[in-house]
């Protein structure tokens, strides 16, 4: 079975790349990836509201990889990371897409998928009144989430989320999630 | 009281909790992977201040960006002045957004929803 981490980029050529990283998520390349795009965007003199939706997105899709990624399989390349994820930011005409790659393990595969599902076939309305029922009720994982990140990433954009979980082997899945974020919501 | 006086950084946001005049501001951005350890110190300042509160205390909330983390601490904030305007004391809630940012007023309205106290929702125009 070929697995290549990038095969999802090829198979999705449109938009520029501006920045792309794959390996160990820490606190400096959150840093760093940040300076980054939001320094891009001034140069791109985007729009405050558009610039402001794609750094909050930004910042929710990387501390995601942060507190939620799973350990690398045991026979992945880069064995250094404690946290692998990997990360694109394209720019498509008036859009951005944020797109995040990382290992998940089945079980928790399942659990990702089906939250995905829920806040996918929800309306607007109802992914305000779920972020409020979360951050009213939910206390802070240990883990240092606050289960609010996907809700919120959904909330600003008004966009469905596009995803995929591509086998790895019979214990890990990569999963790719593809987020639009755009002028009109 | 001892103020709290936090300089801002890229991450977190600038605080200023002064007990004498009751005046609090919290400014800039808050996007810490860990929101409990920088906010935890706030909330402990703010069981304290709740036991001798001056009879108005004025809350002013300017933030640029905060992450999901930190909308949790910041409910704890909130929840602490909920028990100090509770107990019969006058509370003010100022809540900045700049005038494109609708994500950041409803931001403000979904606290102002949870929280029994009186908000004024503040457009920022440059």
Known sequence: ?185 | MEPIIIEGTPKTPTVKFDAAQGIFEIKGRSIPENSVEFYKPLVDWLDSYKEGPLPKTVVNIKLEYFNTSSSKCILDVFKKLEAIHKAKNEVEVNWYYEEDDEDMLEAGEDYESIIRVPFKMIEIVE
């Open chain 1, 1 to 185: 079975m070929s697995f290549d981490l990038e095969t999802y980029f090829s198979e999705k050529p449109e938009g520029n790349i501006i920045l792309f990283y794959k390996g160990n998520v820490d606190s400096d390349v959150i840093n760093h990836v940040l300076d980054t795009v939001e320094e891009k965007m001034i140069a791109a003199n985007e729009q405050s509201r558009l610039r402001k939706k794609v750094y909050n997105v930004l910042v929710e899709s990387l501390q995601n990889l942060y507190h939620h990624v799973d350990k690398v399989p045991a026979d992945f390349e880069d064995q250094s990371a404690e946290r692998y994820g990997m990360l694109a930011v394209k720019k498509d005409g008036n859009s951005y897409r944020i797109i995040t790659g990382n290992f998940v393990n089945l079980e928790n595969a399942l659990k990702l998928e089906a939250k995905i599902k829920r806040i996918n076939r929800s309306s607007h309305e109802e992914i305000k009144e779920l972020y409020k029922f979360i951050l009213n009720h939910q206390r802070i994982s240990a883990k240092g989430g606050g289960g609010l990140g996907l809700v919120d990433i959904a909330r600003k954009t008004g966009n469905k989320f596009i995803y995929s979980f591509r086998k790895y082997n019979d214990t890990y899945s990569f999963f790719y999630l593809d987020i639009l974020v755009n002028e009109e919501n």
